[in-house]
């Protein structure tokens, strides 16, 4: 019989327990869920910087090009027109 009561002790013991063990693993489970949730934001935000200062060299690259190729043009139509000069002449 004491056995019986030492053991619903026991359990009304672990009862009483039982709410501040749920809280620690809910603090736990809070912490490590914050933190992953920092490190996909701090990877979206340098993913998101890189990704804009590539654009903007892209589009420098792009822009350059397009001026090559129109310099390119220029002389060509200079090439040209002094070739058939000299034809003509």
């Known amino acids: 019989m004491q056995s019986a009561v030492r ?3 026991q359990t009304l013991q672990a009862y ?3 709410p501040l063990e749920l809280q620690q693993w809910l603090t736990v489970s809070q912490r490590y869920t914050t933190e992953v949730t920092d490190t996909v934001q701090g990877i979206s935000t340098d993913l998101t910087a890189w990704l804009n200062t590539n654009a903007t060299r892209f589009e420098k690259y792009v822009d350059a090009i397009i001026l090559m ?3 390119v043009k220029s002389w060509q139509a200079l ?3 002094s070739v058939n ?3 003509k002449c």
Do not use: G, Q, V
């Open 85 to 87: 000069r000299k034809s």
């Open 7 to 9: 053991m619903n002790l």
């Open 69 to 71: 190729i129109s310099a």
């Open 79 to 81: 090439i040209d027109f």
């Open 16 to 18: 009483k327990r039982f």
